[in-house]
Structures are given as structure tokens and as C-alpha cells.
T-cell receptor, first 115, second 113 residues
């Protein structure tokens, strides 16, 4: 079974703090994704990566950065957390080979509250 | 730009009743279409997907979906709902030239005993 794990299920941070969200997958997937989930808005793509040290902006990259130093690990960084970044963050991974029809496998999510 | 619309925010059905969740997409070419389910406190799990071939697609947990190009729809169906189907359901469309998925806003399914 594919396993995508996220470092925390719940996180509480203060405005201005630097926040790291970690994601690890064990299926040797090339692609990894970070989404943000908000009620009524569905999932929105923040960043994705198709290889180590490669990254591409998604639809809402402002206020976020990412790091992919190893194939299995993809980190989302909030350089200076703000209250409007309070949300559920979901990581996903998939194979590269088949293109858009590849299934994305999701982690359980990290619910972040910024006070 | 591509978009996905799930017109129903909430749907309530009785256990044992049939279910249809609606999904409409906007995309010029043949889309890659997905249905995912998110149970409470969980990540998303793929139910089924369509990218070519037979327009009626079978998925896990007894779900199926039908691609109708003329209506730009990909509705999810189940003939008899179980209490464990209570969850949030997301329709998504894949972009042809990238790995991005565009998600709808979701439909929350409630199941009455």
C-alpha cells in the first residue's frame, strides 16, 4: 500500500513564525504536491515538484515556499505565518510516467491554526 | 481556464437509497476526470477515474460514474448507500499538459439511518 505521511496532524503557531510542514512518501513517486483545503473552496494547489530540487508554482504560491532535497520528502514552508494561512494542508504524490491520469495519493492532512 | 463545478454543497440520503452526486467541468479537450472521497479526519482516496474508453467507469466501494461529453458532466452514482459512505466527495479534472488537478468545492454526503 502506498503511504503518504505528514509530520503533524494538528499545529498551532503564532503570527510571524516560520512554519515547516513535512511530507514523506514510500512509493518512489516522482511527483509530489502540496494543497490547501478550505471549506467551500475545495483543494487548491500551492506547489508541486516532479523531481528532486525541482518545483513549480501552483495556483496559490504566495506566502509559501517548498523544498525537495530527497525524492521521498517534500516540505512546505510558511516563511512568516499569517492568520489567513489557517487551513488544512494536504500532501500528495504520484508517478510521473503516465501523465495527468496518474492517481494522486494523499496524506491525512495537517490542520494549521495561526493565532 | 479549466474549472469544476459541484452544484450541491450538502446531500442527505437514507441508508439503502440510491445516490447521485453531480459534477460539471469546463475543458476544451478530452478531460481526465477523477472522483475522490474524504472520510472525516482522513486524506483523500481515489474512487474512480476516466481518461478514455468506456464512458461508464466502475470504482471502489460500489461506486460508478458516467462521462457525458455532451453535458460536460461526470456524475457519481451508487445504487444503495451505506452509513459508512458519509463523507465529502470531490470531483477533479486533470490538465493535459501537466500534473495539476483542478478540484471542485466538494459535496458533503450525510446518510440517515
Amino acid at each position: 500500500d502506498v503511504k503518504v505521511t505528514q509530520s503533524s496532524r494538528y499545529l498551532v503557531k503564532r503570527t510571524g513564525e516560520k512554519v515547516f510542514l513535512e511530507c514523506v512518501q514510500d512509493m518512489d513517486h516522482e511527483n509530489m504536491f502540496w494543497y490547501r483545503q478550505d471549506p467551500g473552496l475545495g483543494l487548491r494547489l500551492i506547489y508541486f515538484s516532479y523531481d528532486v530540487k525541482m518545483k513549480e508554482k501552483g495556483d496559490i504560491p504566495e506566502g509559501y515556499s517548498v523544498s525537495r532535497e530527497k525524492k521521498e520528502r517534500f516540505s512546505l514552508i510558511l516563511e512568516s505565518a499569517s492568520t489567513n494561512q489557517t487551513s488544512m494542508y494536504l500532501c500528495a504524490s504520484s508517478f510521473l510516467s503516465q501523465g495527468p491520469q496518474e492517481t494522486q495519493y494523499f496524506g491525512p492532512g495537517t490542520r494549521l491554526l495561526v493565532l | 481556464a479549466q474549472s469544476v463545478t459541484q452544484p450541491d454543497i450538502h446531500i442527505t440520503v437514507s441508508e439503502g437509497a440510491s445516490l447521485e452526486l453531480r459534477c460539471n467541468y469546463s475543458y476544451g479537450a478530452t478531460p481526465y476526470l477523477f472522483w475522490y472521497v474524504q472520510s472525516p479526519g482522513q486524506g483523500l482516496q481515489l474512487l474512480l477515474k476516466y481518461f478514455s474508453g468506456d464512458t461508464l467507469v466502475q470504482g471502489i466501494k460500489g461506486f460508478e460514474a458516467e462521462f457525458k461529453r455532451s453535458q460536460s458532466s461526470f456524475n457519481l452514482r451508487k445504487p444503495s448507500v451505506h452509513w459508512s459512505d458519509a463523507a465529502e466527495y470531490f470531483c477533479a479534472v486533470g490538465e493535459d499538459s501537466s500534473y495539476k488537478l483542478i478540484f471542485g468545492s466538494g459535496t458533503r454526503l450525510l446518510v440517515r439511518p
